[in-house]
């Protein structure tokens, strides 16, 4: 009988955090799009529409709250 050769494959474990699951919870609810509709839209002097600031902040809370 002979031994089989080893498989190039082998086990690595990440740790990933809770943001994939609030993502995926905030984009169930339309988070973005209401956010979107009740702020002003983008001005010309910035660089990002307050929408996505408001996200980013709200992810924040969530992930931090403790």
Same mark, same amino acid.
């Given at each position: 009988? !002979?031994? %089989?050769a080893r498989? #190039?494959? @082998?086990?690595?474990?990440?740790? +990933?955090?809770?943001?994939?699951? +609030?993502?995926?919870?905030?984009? @169930?609810? !339309?988070?973005? /799009?209401?956010?979107t %509709?009740?702020l #002003? =839209?983008?001005? =010309?002097? /910035?660089?990002t =529409? #307050?929408a996505q600031?408001?996200? +980013?902040?709200? !992810?924040?809370?969530?992930l931090? %709250?403790?």
């Amino acid at each position: 009988m !002979r031994c %089989q050769a080893r498989a #190039p494959f @082998r086990l690595e474990s990440r740790w +990933v955090g809770g943001l994939p699951l +609030v993502n995926g919870l905030l984009r @169930r609810l !339309r988070i973005d /799009t209401y956010l979107t %509709q009740a702020l #002003p =839209a983008r001005d =010309a002097r /910035t660089r990002t =529409a #307050p929408a996505q600031i408001l996200g +980013v902040l709200l !992810r924040n809370i969530i992930l931090n %709250q403790r």
